[in-house]
């Protein structure tokens, strides 16, 4: 009895030293902004394997999640004589929902995982430490450089999967289908307000973008230093990141879209 | 990694994502100017215009031959405004065309249907359609069911 307790105990006080831990680590990564500004390389070298590399993915699974809303959406609103809102249907759920969303899982797994195990590693090998001794920041030479690539990639990575995904119903419902042409884009075009879903839909990838490259970045700079550590925390990063962007999407668009 | 790759790589990955944010402001929301230079305005006066709105089409025989512009309120006539811009490559209605609202299926958005009539004369920019129909209010059809309905039943 006393000892399950005492593992609770345990359990419980782990975790808020994680999450004090990684506010801190965050604080660390702000502080560091400045310097990282100055030296714009970096970011550019981390732009590129954050962002250039997981462009096929997103690519790829936005043309097909934007194909099938078509044809689901037109099976239904087909029933109702109302297949001309095809286009509202798709261009809201990508640009309010599915862009940010998708796109940020994707971006955890492809991206994220990446960043973790490759920090994990560089722990592990004691490179960071190596720095360190030259006295160089490593939170400032590596983790800074990929936090701000991630935080500049995702509302781009996203826009671009809502682009693409729109496309994709386009393709299906216009071409394949038979929906109006200017149906499709003069109905899209009414329901969808800049202001109100496609910025709102960018305020979120940003803040995803922000979320996902943090926890990649703590878990791998907070990973045990063995092989099965770095493992353990790249499953963390991919798992924490699904669960904090899914929840953090309600709270998003219950504050936006709510009363 | 050649620098050069990973340069140009960058580039083009902020310039695809650009562009689909300028697609999304310009191409689905509501921001993209739709009236383009070759087309003619006409105007029309309805009792009701219903759920109709700017950018809805507006049709001849089913043939979507432009849009509407602008919805105003003439409060000197107590009716709405519609102001339709016409493709110019349509230009030959009759001056006695007539202009109904209806709806594109069950729950399908509104639109203006033009009915051309026999007039030798042409209807030119910035005139008037002078026969109109308003639009259908679906509580006023009930209603006047419900009416007839209670009365035949006696």
Same mark, same amino acid.
């Given at each position: 009895?006393?000892?399950?307790?005492?593992?609770?105990?345990?359990?419980?006080?782990?975790? *808020?030293?994680?999450?004090?831990?990684?506010?801190?680590?965050?604080?660390?990564? *702000?502080?560091?902004?400045?310097?990282?500004?100055?030296?714009?390389?970096?970011?550019? %070298?981390?732009?590129?394997?954050?962002?250039?590399? %997981?462009?096929?993915?997103?690519?790829?699974?936005?043309?097909?999640?934007?194909?099938?809303?078509?044809?689901?959406?037109?099976? %239904?609103? =087909?029933?109702?004589?109302?297949?001309?809102?095809?286009?509202?249907?798709?261009?809201?759920?990508?640009?309010?929902?599915?862009?940010?969303?998708?796109?940020?899982?994707? *971006?955890?797994?492809?991206?994220?995982?990446?960043?973790?195990?490759?920090? +994990?590693?560089?722990?592990?090998?004691?490179?960071?430490?190596?720095?360190?001794?030259?006295?160089?920041?490593?939170?400032?030479?590596?983790?800074?450089?990929?936090?701000?690539?991630?935080?500049?990639?995702?509302?781009?990575? $996203?826009?671009?999967?809502?682009?693409? +995904?729109?496309?994709?119903?386009?393709?299906? +419902?216009?071409?394949?289908?038979?929906?109006?042409?200017?149906?499709?884009? $003069?109905?899209?075009?009414?329901?969808?307000?800049?202001?109100?879903? !496609?910025?709102?839909?960018?305020?979120?990838?940003? =803040?995803?973008?922000?979320?996902?490259?943090?926890?990649?970045?703590?878990?791998?700079?907070?990973?045990?230093?063995?092989?099965?550590? =770095?493992?353990? $925390? %790249?499953?963390?990063?991919? =798992?924490?990141?699904?669960? !904090?962007?899914?929840?953090?999407?309600?709270?998003?668009?219950?504050?936006? *879209?709510?009363? | 990694?050649?620098?050069?790759?990973?340069?140009?790589?960058?580039?083009?990955?902020?310039?695809? /994502?650009?562009?689909? #944010?300028?697609?999304? @402001?310009?191409?689905?929301?509501?921001? /993209?100017?739709?009236?383009?230079?070759? &087309?003619?305005?006409?105007? @029309?006066?309805?009792?009701?215009?219903? /759920? #109709?709105?700017?950018? &809805?089409?507006?049709?001849?025989?089913?043939?979507?031959?432009?849009?509407?512009?602008?919805?105003?309120?003439?409060?000197?006539?107590?009716?709405?405004?519609?102001?339709? &811009?016409?493709?110019?490559?349509?230009?030959?209605?009759?001056?006695?065309? &007539?202009?109904?609202?209806?709806?594109?299926?069950?729950?399908?958005?509104?639109?203006?249907?033009?009915?051309?009539? /026999?007039?030798?004369?042409?209807? @030119?920019?910035?005139?008037?359609?002078? #026969?109109?129909?308003?639009? #259908?209010?679906?509580?006023?059809?009930?209603?006047?069911?419900?009416?007839?309905?209670?009365?035949?039943?006696?």
């Amino acid at each position: 009895m006393l000892d399950v307790l005492q593992k609770l105990g345990k359990a419980t006080l782990g975790f *808020f030293e994680r999450l004090g831990r990684g506010h801190l680590f965050l604080l660390q990564i *702000f502080a560091t902004i400045p310097g990282v500004l100055i030296r714009p390389r970096l970011i550019l %070298t981390q732009l590129y394997s954050v962002g250039v590399l %997981t462009l096929p993915i997103i690519l790829v699974s936005g043309l097909f999640v934007g194909m099938v809303m078509g044809l689901q959406g037109y099976n %239904t609103l =087909v029933d109702f004589g109302a297949e001309d809102s095809l286009g509202v249907m798709v261009a809201l759920s990508l640009v309010r929902e599915l862009g940010p969303v998708v796109a940020a899982l994707l *971006f955890a797994g492809r991206a994220g995982s990446a960043l973790t195990a490759e920090i +994990g590693l560089m722990k592990a090998t004691e490179q960071l430490s190596g720095m360190e001794m030259m006295a160089v920041d490593p939170v400032q030479r590596v983790v800074t450089p990929r936090f701000l690539a991630s935080f500049i990639t995702l509302p781009l990575l $996203a826009a671009i999967f809502s682009a693409i +995904g729109i496309y994709g119903g386009y393709i299906v +419902g216009v071409e394949l289908l038979g929906v109006d042409d200017g149906a499709f884009w $003069a109905q899209m075009q009414d329901k969808v307000d800049l202001q109100g879903d !496609v910025y709102n839909g960018i305020i979120k990838s940003v =803040v995803f973008g922000f979320v996902a490259g943090w926890i990649a970045l703590y878990e791998g700079y907070d990973a045990v230093p063995t092989a099965a550590g =770095v493992s353990r $925390a %790249t499953t963390r990063t991919v =798992v924490h990141t699904s669960l !904090v962007v899914l929840g953090l999407d309600f709270v998003l668009t219950a504050l936006m *879209f709510g009363e | 990694m050649n620098n050069r790759t990973v340069e140009i790589g960058v580039g083009l990955f902020v310039a695809l /994502g650009l562009a689909s #944010l300028f697609m999304l @402001a310009m191409q689905v929301s509501n921001l /993209g100017t739709v009236t383009s230079s070759d &087309s003619y305005v006409l105007t @029309a006066g309805f009792e009701n215009i219903g /759920g #109709l709105k700017v950018r &809805s089409p507006v049709t001849v025989s089913g043939v979507r031959v432009g849009r509407v512009s602008a919805i105003d309120y003439d409060d000197n006539a107590f009716e709405a405004v519609v102001t339709m &811009s016409i493709y110019s490559n349509y230009d030959g209605f009759p001056e006695d065309t &007539s202009a109904s609202i209806f709806t594109a299926g069950l729950l399908g958005e509104q639109y203006i249907a033009l009915e051309p009539g /026999g007039s030798m004369e042409n209807l @030119a920019d910035g005139d008037r359609v002078q #026969l109109t129909q308003s639009a #259908l209010v679906m509580e006023q059809v009930i209603g006047q069911f419900l009416y007839s309905a209670t009365a035949g039943g006696e």
